[in-house]
């Protein structure tokens, strides 16, 4: 069973810093493109940031360049989002997602980041 599983958020203050991991079980994960979407209360699910399988190309959303950075561990099964000078208009539940030609694609169940002072 294909399993997505995010942690690392939380709350933090504005201006602060924060990294999310997700990792995979149950499918070959250097195989898979991953991304990190967000979804704000109110609004749609929005693509962040993506990943290729082995990481040499990385590509973000406007909005996060030079703030947010997309890595990924191949021997670990995860990947990470390293999130800087956060502002409360980052707030939203992310969730990680796995790609592969052909394959199901797959989401994560989510995690929560609140920023506020």
């Known amino acids: 069973q294909v399993q997505l599983v995010e942690s690392g958020g939380g709350l933090v203050q504005p201006g602060g810093s924060l990294t999310l991991s997700c990792t995979a079980y149950g499918l070959n994960f250097h195989d898979y493109r991953m991304s990190w979407y967000r979804r704000s209360l109110g609004n749609e699910r929005e693509w962040v940031a993506s990943?290729?399988?082995?990481?040499?190309?990385?590509d973000y959303v406007d909005s996060v360049k030079d703030r947010f950075t997309i890595s990924r561990n191949n021997a670990k099964n995860t990947v990470y989002l390293q999130m800087t000078s956060l502002n409360p208009e980052d707030t939203a539940v992310y969730y990680c997602?796995?790609?592969?030609?052909?394959?199901?694609?797959?989401w994560g169940e989510g995690a929560q980041v609140t920023v506020a002072s």
């Open positions: 990943i290729s399988t082995v990481g040499g190309r990385t």
């Open positions: 997602k796995a790609v592969q030609y052909r394959r199901p694609v797959y």
